[in-house]
């Protein structure tokens, strides 16, 4: 009965329309009978589909509901109109203009605080809605840590880089060593990567560690752990090191050579005599009381604080393992020498025509020269014939040059 009634409230009104051009309705698409037959509503006729005239008519339900992709609004902003235009309509019945596309999803993506293109602002990294990154080319918004802090870009939550004003800023580098984008104590590691740098307003990159806190620790003239090789203390494997003694005798924090004195150290008093800097490998110097060998051959070597040396070594520096109180008699300054059977410190150290009893005895008043119990003094300076004096028997090369 519902279709009927509508047929004739439409013939109705078309009939009290009498200035309706009646051509104009001749052929209206009507909509669809049962059958699914496209039906014409006509005014000359009953209404009819391709099988005659119908009594089943079902009207259009109407104009598809208003969507923000058809509604002639650019909603989202971003410059772009309804479909199929904006691109984040799918069909005229999408309900938002808004897409997938990072820039064209009404998210924050990047974090900084702004949203998608906009045609009046948005995120500053979008270059249009189609864009797949909020992320752009200036320093505070384009991903990379640019000053090497660990930080990167400008975050509305904080947790960006410190020096990042906006996302529209063009550089992530600060006023202050730590936020300057500068590797001010040449350790390889800049602003907040540094050890050293509490924070991006910390005054100073040097930090607490004995390789970073800009002191000479060990006393050798170098300081801290430095990225340029050769400059910094060769005892440093890093500006977190917590000592600038290495592995290097002449840095290492021990006696290597037992002579009382460790390591190279600026203060001349301090330092081992042996090591020419924190780099030399060796505490043995060129001295004959430093240098590790048993110069005199009496099976001691060079001076040892344990006692352990060569008795006559007074000290590292001592330039002669021979003393003056035994041995070879070698001091220009003795006015007499003399050759003493008696002397045991000097047995071994000079014989004489290969009679063992012949040996010399030095003492700071001079050198006895004696075969059996026959003792005479000899007055003839070192560097001459000097036994041979005192007895015409005694090889001349006894004490001389000794």
Sequence with gaps: MRPLLLIGAVLLLASCLDTVDENAWKHRDGGSDADGQVVDLRLDGPASDSDGPVTDLTLPDGPPPVTECNDNQDNDGDGKTDYPDDPGCTSATDPSELGTAACDNGLDDDGDGTIDYSATGGDPGCSGPADTSEQGTIACDDGQDNDSDGKTDYKSDGSGDPECTGPEDTSEGGVGPCADGVDNDNDGLTDLNDPGCSSATDASEKGTTACDDGQDNDGDGAIDYHKTTGSGDPGCSGPADTSENGSIACDDGQDNDGDGKTDYKVNAALTDPGCSGPSDTSENGT?????????????????????????????????????????????????????????????????????????????PDGCTCARGLTVKTCSTPPGAQLCSDCEATFNSGCCNGM
């Design 287 to 363: 001295a004959q009381c430093d240098d590790g060998q048993d110069n005199d051959g009496d099976g001691k070597t060079d001076y040892k604080t344990d006692g352990t040396g060569d008795p006559d070594c007074t000290g590292p520096t001592d330039t002669s393992e021979a003393g003056g109180t035994g041995g070879l008699c070698a001091s220009a300054s003795w006015s007499q020498w003399t050759c003493k059977v008696t002397a045991a410190k000097c047995q071994g150290n000079c014989t004489l025509d290969g009679l063992p009893e012949l040996v010399v005895a030095c003492k």
